[in-house]
């Protein structure tokens, strides 16, 4: 990789800042005990982190996003968290309890507070099939033949971004699912990880791997939170998905950061023959939010969905980035993201479908969808193709839109006074969403999310 010259080190407000160091690195690599081959990733991520600029507004993808103003200096490596790991559950508290659903089922439960584990359970008889999931540093230490061949490799390199290479130089715990050769798991009985953010200005950089091999199959629900106010803080994730011939993953993402939180992420996900990925997200939270969410569809046969929702209020901004790789032949593809927006809120979707010379057979789709609750607020939609085989078919659309008066004439002529009317349009439009979602259960999580933030 090139050096950056002079000029563009001194630009690097994030790098100059001092957050974070190479001894950062080190220091941490060497508390963990880690391998002589996981140092080396964490000291070959650092030296592209130096080498990458910080993104601007000069960059195409992030045309949209301002982080100019972002104050650097304030932040600093999340520190203790003020919630102790706990043996059981009730002795959480309640938001985290809320967040890993403690008064339901699951295959498994993993908190992690600033890169530390506070609880961790997996059902013993998926245990005795073989299924691991653990944080991600304990995975290092007893199943290093894994992590070593997927961490950082085809799904995320840290060559991928400036905020990737940070996460895979700074990843600390993280979370790690190992599903073996036709093991299925009821998906009424997922797998949960709460991420807390505890502390003023501080940074989480949590990393998740999961491997499904083959012919497996589960849900895994991952929801991100605020422990209080911060003033100002970071999270800078990765997620890699590897899905192995004829797997079947449902991956749920519940961002719900205090909007003080600067938010960025990569998560990607490498689809092999006959696999499926399902993407299910709520955005509710953060100040900030930048986050990329790439399917690559390398087998043939493989197929992806993406299930979304968001609402932006005050000043949050939210910027997605989704791109749909087709590779292989006969692969498919569609996603369906639906926001609304009031006050300030902003949103920016930026959508491509990519159609390789080998992706013969595709079949693909993408469309945005976008209310505007208030005449400030702003929502910029931008679907594309980029199509180099001839026996496809693909198709984009992109709607924004004020709330329909009429609908909510209707409902106040019934008697139901305008703020509930508004409600029941907004619930209405978000519940498009929802009807795809098959798993009823990540449907009500998602819809008492949205609810919540919706208000009276």
């Known amino acids: ?25 080190e220091t941490l690599s060497a508390g963990l005990n880690e391998p002589e081959w996981l140092a080396e990733k964490r000291r070959v991520a650092w030296t592209v982190f ?7 507004t000069a960059d195409e993808d992030w045309r949209r996003t301002s ?36 008064e339901r089922d699951a295959a498994g439960r993993l908190v992690i507070a600033n890169g530390q584990i506070l609880y961790r359970e997996l059902d013993p008889a998926l245990a005795e099939q073989g299924v691991i999931f653990t944080d991600l540093s304990t995975a290092v230490r007893e199943h290093p033949e894994l992590v070593q061949k997927y961490l950082g490799s085809e799904a995320v390199p840290p060559s991928n971004s400036k905020f990737a290479a940070l996460n895979s130089a700074l990843w600390q715990a993280g979370a790690f699912l190992y599903l073996p050769k036709k093991v299925q798991v009821d998906q009424h009985l997922p797998f949960q990880t709460a991420l807390i953010l ?19 199959e589960a ?25 192995e011939r004829n797997s079947y993953l449902r991956y749920v993402d519940v961002q719900n950061l205090g ?3 600067y938010n960025f992420n990569v998560k990607r996900s490498v689809g092999q023959a006959d696999s499926n990925v399902i993407w299910e997200t709520g955005q509710l939270g953060g100040r900030l939010t930048k986050t990329y969410f790439d399917s690559l569809l390398v087998g043939n046969g493989s197929n992806m969905e993406f299930n979304g929702v968001y609402f932006m209020q005050g000043k949050q901004h939210l910027d997605i980035d989704s791109l749909i790789q087709h590779i292989g032949v006969a692969t ?26 080998t992706g013969q057979q595709t079949n693909s789709y993408l469309k945005n969808e976008n209310m505007m609750l208030d005449k400030t607020a702003r929502a910029d ?12 078919r693909a198709s984009h659309g992109a709607t924004i839109s004020k709330i329909e008066e009429e609908y909510v004439f209707y409902l106040q002529s019934r008697g139901i006074p305008r703020n509930t009317a508004v409600r029941m349009v907004v619930e209405g439009f978000f519940y498009k969403v929802f009807d795809r979602m098959y798993n009823e259960r990540v449907r009500d999580k998602l819809y008492k999310a949205v609810s919540a933030k919706i208000g009276d």
Do not use: C
């Open 259 to 261: 909007e003080d939180v």
């Open 50 to 56: 130096e080498e990458t600029p910080l993104p601007t």
């Open 67 to 102: 982080i100019k103003r972002v104050k650097w200096r304030e932040m600093k490596l999340a520190g203790t968290p003020s919630v102790a790991p706990v043996s059981n559950l009730a002795d959480l508290p309640a938001d985290v309890r809320d967040a890993i659903e403690a």
């Open 332 to 357: 498919g593809g569609d996603l369906l993201l639906h926001g609304a927006l009031k006050d300030h809120g902003r949103s920016v979707f930026t959508g491509l479908i990519k159609i390789e010379p």
């Open 198 to 216: 505890d502390g003023q200005g501080s940074v989480m950089l949590p990393r998740t791997l999961i491997i499904a091999d083959n012919s497996s």
């Open 219 to 243: 849900t895994y629900i991952e929801e991100s939170i605020s422990h209080g106010g911060h003033g100002i803080a970071m999270n800078a994730g990765v997620v890699e998905i590897y899905a």
């Open 1 to 25: 990789m090139a050096q950056l010259t002079q000029t563009q080190t001194s630009q690097d407000a994030l790098l100059n800042a001092g957050v974070f160091t190479k001894t950062d690195v």
């Open 381 to 392: 939609s931008i679907p594309s193709l980029e199509i180099e085989a001839n026996d496809v």
